[in-house]
């Protein structure tokens, strides 16, 4: 019987980045309902925001602006996606669009000026700097 000859020691691997995303904490079901909430919330803080700015032009533009704010940051931390704040920000604009018309008869809830173009092109300034947010990573326990 001959002896077999030595197996030579495996070669240590070196340690290799992490490629995996995070899980993320909330499930694709509860992401699709927040979507459709935040839909409806963005019509309601749109609509809210149309009547409030006119209402008192300096404090109710800024109450406005910053409910609008809330809304777009709060879609981006519950889904933990920029869907978020596009979904709240396809409500808002809708309500808004549609308010911003008007009727044949000549009564609007934008009646122009300068409130209402600042609400309009802030709210969708703050959507856009939502939407380009980092997202920053979850703790580790």
């Known amino acids: 019987m001959s002896p077999k000859p030595p197996v030579p ?3 240590p691997t070196p340690p290799q980045a992490p490629t995996a995303r995070t899980a993320s904490t909330v499930s694709r079901n509860a992401r ?3 979507y ?6 963005g019509v309601l803080v749109g609509t809210a925001g149309a009547l409030v700015q ?13 409910a609008t704010a809330a ?4 879609g981006l931390r519950a889904t933990e996606t920029q869907v978020g704040v596009v979904a709240g920000g396809v409500g808002w604009l809708v309500a808004v669009i549609l308010l911003s018309f008007g009727r044949p008869e000549g009564d609007g809830a ?20 939502c939407t380009t947010l980092a997202r920053l ?5």
Do not use: D, T
Not at 36 to 41: E, I, T
């Open 32 to 34: 699709f309902a927040w």
């Open 110 to 129: 934008f009646g122009g000026g300068v409130g209402e173009l600042l609400f309009l092109f802030g709210g969708m300034a703050i959507a856009v700097m």
């Open 36 to 41: 459709a909430g935040l839909v409806v919330l």
């Open 9 to 11: 020691p495996a070669k």
């Open 137 to 141: 990573p979850r703790p580790i326990p």
């Open 54 to 66: 006119a209402a008192w032009l300096p404090v109710g533009l800024i109450l406005a602006l910053l």
């Open 71 to 74: 809304l777009f940051y709060g």
